[in-house]
């Protein structure tokens, strides 16, 4: 049984505090940290756990427990939207084990996260039943800042804890969803306003493919801009169409691609999948993979 | 321990013939099947096997001895140069063993092969310590038909058995080598000569890429033509460069190229090196790949 865990928390300027949950992550048994990782413009880190359902669980509530303590949403800065120290925790069902199971973990850690933190959680994804709160953006809109106004709205209050943020850490989403990857395209140009409508005909809430989520930002500190993306269903919606389309469009703009990044974790089979595409591939079948044929033999 | 092989046999029509030697590996144990592919141009199949270093021995003799008793050369006929029933035999180190023990079987194996069915046997690659019969392409040359009159010259005495060509199975080649990938790239044309020399243009011997091997043929029976390649260290020199070069080659002519194909099997290495490339992918490590992750954390 292999659950997966990528809690993404609102912290990473500052790398002894993302070091320090690391280590909380990795002293329990029944779990592996298989990734970290720090973006200091989002100013977000991104962390990839693996393990049965009691070891994910109490990975989690030790990095709650962490984030809680050390972060304060009420001076943090940065390019990526979040209403809570621990801003998202998501269950992926990896091996030998159901969405409805992974659902029902959410359910449950949800709850502790609420009754030990008093922070509020709200459920998403495969783990809500309300399709106006199954989309992260949805319930995340108004980010931290806020969140006591949207709290005090009909239809906002929480599915776990306390009716009103925690004053520091906000609060947070947990539910259960498909493997996604963290994709970024980095653009040759400081035009925020390329990337922005870049990200606005990629993603599917605006027109674009059916799943991609994007949005454009600035990276300061490298003066470039970059569509940022979640490609939440990758056999459906290639990360290859995603680039090419990318690129065609920055095209327009006079803009090439500088570079993308993959941040965190991706299944063997969305990068087979673009080598598939470029090479022209005929015939391919996931078991001519030498390692992948040497495991399942 | 981890030995592939991957024998080379003169068959590739005749189902029922190459569904019998697939069956007298599968017979072996130690040894698994995991990958067989028949090519009717070529009149060629190629067995990936792996296991301990007796049981690939015992399926490599089972295979000959298969061969021998099924394969006429005097009555091949096919796009793919060949001397032997069974054409080469390469051993790959792949996990938990070196090279000397691959070329130490090779030696082995071959004087086995030799011994048991009467079949010369020139030993190739790290298995050779002749400059001259360390390529498969110059021990070859000359093919059957031209083997008598080879071997009765001097330096082409073989490393093992007769030294006169067996009547109808030819002579064997054995060897250890680093993994390969079989590699074909189909241009949209019937022009041979154009296939020819794209296939000069990118192979080491005439001026190309290192670790490039490549001939142009003919697929009769889809009237298109074939740059038909082995790339013997796609670390050094990739599969996405020498398509790319392929390509723009082909342009040249006005010919696009209709599809590639890899036969047998890649290293997931491999592909996920073309993906980085196309998809202009930065800082990004092989154990971000989910299922690298999880085997190796």
């Given at each position: 049984?292999?659950?997966?865990?990528?809690?993404?928390?609102?912290?990473?300027?500052?790398?002894?505090?993302?070091?320090?949950?690391?280590?909380?992550?990795?002293?329990?048994?029944?779990?592996?940290?298989?990734?970290?990782?720090?973006?200091?413009?989002?100013?977000?880190?991104?962390?990839?756990?693996?393990?049965?359902?009691?070891?994910?669980?109490?990975?989690?509530?030790?990095?709650?427990?962490?984030?809680?303590?050390?972060?304060?949403?009420?001076?943090?800065?940065?390019?990526?939207?979040?209403?809570?120290?621990?801003?998202?925790?998501?269950?992926?069902?990896?091996?030998?084990?159901?969405?409805?199971?992974?659902?029902?973990?959410?359910?449950?850690?949800?709850?502790?996260?609420?009754?030990?933190?008093?922070?509020?959680?709200?459920?998403?994804?495969?783990?809500?039943?309300?399709?106006?709160?199954?989309?992260?953006?949805?319930?995340?809109?108004?980010?931290?800042?806020?969140?006591?106004?949207?709290?005090?709205?009909?239809?906002?209050?929480?599915?776990?804890?306390?009716?009103?943020?925690?004053?520091?850490?906000?609060?947070?989403?947990?539910?259960?969803?498909?493997?996604?990857?963290?994709?970024?395209?980095?653009?040759?140009?400081?035009?925020l306003d390329?990337?922005?409508k870049i990200?606005?005909?990629?993603?599917?809430?605006?027109?674009?493919?059916?799943?991609?989520?994007?949005?454009?930002?600035?990276?300061?500190?490298?003066?470039?801009?970059?569509?940022?993306?979640?490609?939440?269903?990758?056999?459906?919606?290639?990360?290859?169409?995603?680039?090419?389309?990318?690129?065609?469009?920055?095209?327009?703009?006079?803009?090439?691609?500088?570079?993308?990044?993959?941040?965190?974790?991706?299944?063997?089979?969305?990068?087979?999948?673009?080598?598939?595409?470029?090479?022209?591939?005929?015939?391919?079948?996931?078991?001519?993979?030498?390692?992948?044929?040497?495991?399942h033999e």
């Amino acid at each position: 049984m292999v659950i997966e865990c990528v809690p993404n928390v609102s912290e990473g300027r500052r790398p002894e505090i993302v070091a320090a949950m690391a280590e909380a992550i990795r002293a329990i048994d029944g779990v592996r940290l298989l990734d970290h990782s720090s973006d200091a413009s989002h100013n977000r880190s991104v962390f990839t756990l693996a393990g049965d359902a009691a070891g994910v669980e109490r990975a989690v509530l030790a990095l709650v427990e962490r984030a809680t303590a050390d972060i304060d949403l009420r001076t943090h800065r940065g390019e990526h939207p979040r209403m809570g120290a621990v801003d998202v925790v998501p269950f992926v069902p990896i091996e030998g084990v159901t969405m409805a199971e992974c659902v029902a973990l959410a359910r449950k850690v949800g709850s502790e996260i609420a009754s030990r933190f008093n922070v509020p959680v709200y459920l998403y994804e495969e783990a809500s039943n309300d399709p106006a709160r199954k989309n992260l953006e949805d319930i995340r809109r108004g980010e931290f800042e806020g969140l006591a106004a949207k709290m005090a709205k009909a239809g906002w209050a929480p599915d776990f804890g306390p009716a009103a943020p925690h004053s520091s850490a906000g609060a947070t989403v947990v539910g259960a969803r498909m493997p996604l990857i963290a994709y970024n395209i980095n653009l040759a140009t400081n035009r925020l306003d390329v990337a922005k409508k870049i990200a606005a005909g990629i993603r599917h809430s605006s027109g674009g493919y059916r799943y991609v989520k994007a949005m454009g930002i600035m990276l300061e500190d490298r003066g470039i801009v970059q569509v940022s993306m979640n490609l939440t269903n990758y056999e459906k919606t290639p990360i290859f169409r995603v680039f090419e389309t990318v690129k065609r469009e920055a095209a327009r703009y006079g803009v090439q691609v500088l570079e993308s990044e993959i941040v965190g974790l991706v299944p063997s089979a969305a990068l087979n999948a673009a080598a598939e595409f470029y090479l022209q591939i005929e015939g391919f079948k996931a078991d001519q993979v030498l390692e992948h044929k040497l495991r399942h033999e």
